[in-house]
């Protein structure tokens, strides 16, 4: 056997361990849509805001109340046009949408995004608001992270860029909005389209 044969035999076994640990067919353009939905959700906040409360968000009035509501409907969107792109291109790839590599990766994510979600209800309960930009941004990243090492290692950046914009919002609380903006919408978008390009075009 020749030494290309050799590293040829080498790599593929290296590519069937790393389908079979990782759960590789996450969708890019999903991110790109997520990204979209959350400029739009910040683009009515924003309007509701300057429109409804003279430029002035109160922690306690319907208009700060309406612009969470808003967030958690770019959260569920996002989320269900992430499970319905994937499985698509999970279908189209003849991979599996639910096997032990997606448990995993499903498992990871949720520790940390449901543990922060439910600290975020619990400081929303007690009217303690001002962090609530900086921890979705915390714990998303925090998710994305520890899923990484079970899907493309991609996301472990996109996850440390989010978590280094909540860090700026917690410390920065008067521009948390706009840490919120970047790190969901321009960040998704970015991701998206380097996901899309890179990986869903030249991979098969």
Known sequence: MSNEDYLKDISEIKNL????????????????????YALIGGAVA????????????????WVFRTCLLILSLV?????ITGILLTT??????GEKIWDIS???LIINFLIPLVTGGIYLLIILSQQKYGQAGALMLIFYGLALVNASKYSLGYIRYLGYTEIVLGLFAAFLPGYGFWFWVVGFGVMHIIYGIYMHFYYDKKKP
């Open 17 to 36: 361990m790393n389908k079979s640990s990782r759960f590789i067919s996450l969708s890019g353009l999903s991110g790109i849509l997520a990204g979209i």
């Open 46 to 61: 924003y309007w509701l805001v300057n429109n409804h409360s003279y430029g002035t968000l109160l922690l306690d009035g």
């Open 75 to 79: 959260a569920i969107l996002s989320i």
């Open 88 to 93: 698509k291109k999970a279908k189209k790839n």
């Open 102 to 104: 997606s448990k995993r």
